[in-house]
């Protein structure tokens, strides 16, 4: 990997390079082209690498599934933004933990101010192929590094923040006080973020997660799952104020590529072992 790059930022390059292989591949289910003008760079600069997760990213070797669930979750996300951008033609969204991806250039209306903010080493390569604008902007910043919202303040919304694959890299405690800050500082707001079902972070069940993780895509023992959650209406009950408004699971697209995996729509623990929820922030 990259040097300076932790484990939690290189989730990142995980995440782009499972959208480029989507959108090179046959009936793609995401079209992102500026993933496929990346990794073709990157690739010059990971094929010398001999670490596991380089060599899987170059040969493009990732796991079919992962591939396909990354490519869905981008898609419904961006449908997310799309929808928000419907109601609010000039709002502004918040991309929180935004790695390598162009989301901004996939829903862009022509008037949306877009924020993506990550840690400054993931901001520090995004800069090589995006430049910021009057609308779209890039923060390098710890999200739990609350200054991240001054610039943000400067807009009167409405506002969309967005943690795709984010909170779960967090601690518990940490995921609420952003929250929480999040509602206080831009109350009416509204909040998409994906999550991980608490009942798998037991113990021993976590020790099963941790290892096909590490073994699965090579990443490093703080890329492990670290907080997560029960309900969608659990954060309910950290504010008055908080307003759950739905959720979402990969396995209801019932997108075909999805295969027998289907299935697990029927089982709710299974449906929800990672999931997206909506909040409005009153």
Avoid at 84 to 99: E, T, Y
Wanted: aromatic content about 10%; overall charge negative; charged content about 25%.
């Amino acid at each position: 990997m990259l040097a300076g790059i932790g484990d939690v930022a290189a989730t990142s390059f995980i995440t782009l390079y499972c959208h480029a292989l989507e959108t090179l591949s046959d009936n793609p289910l995401l079209s992102d082209p500026k993933s496929v003008e990346i990794t073709t760079e990157l690739n010059k600069l990971l094929s010398p690498a001999e670490h596991p997760l380089d060599r899987i990213l170059v040969t493009g070797t990732l796991d079919s599934r992962l591939v396909v669930h990354i490519a869905i979750r981008a898609k419904k996300y961006d449908d997310y933004a799309q929808d928000f951008l419907q109601r609010f033609p000039d709002g502004v969204i918040v991309n929180i933990g935004c790695g390598l991806d162009s989301r901004f250039l996939r829903i862009d209306n022509g008037h949306v101010i877009f924020y993506d903010l990550d840690l400054p080493e993931i901001i520090a390569i995004k800069k090589r192929f995006f430049t910021g604008t009057e609308r779209y902007h890039l923060i390098a910043s710890s999200v739990m590094d609350f200054d991240w919202m001054t610039p943000v303040l400067r807009h009167k919304g409405p506002f969309l923040f967005m943690a795709e694959g984010v909170f779960m890299y967090l601690d518990g405690e940490d995921v609420r006080l952003l929250v929480l800050k999040i509602q206080e500082k831009f109350p009416g707001s509204e909040l998409l973020c994906e999550v991980v079902n608490s009942f798998w972070l037991r113990p021993l069940l976590k020790k099963i997660l941790d290892y096909k993780i590490s073994h699965q895509v090579h990443l490093g023992k703080d890329a492990m799952f670290r907080s997560g959650i029960s309900d969608g209406r659990e954060m309910e009950q950290w504010h008055s104020g908080i307003q759950f408004l739905g959720e979402w699971s990969y396995f209801d697209s019932d997108e075909k590529k999805l295969g027998w995996l289907r299935l697990l729509k029927h089982c709710e623990l299974l449906r929800k072992t990672q999931w997206t929820i909506h909040y409005r922030l009153n």
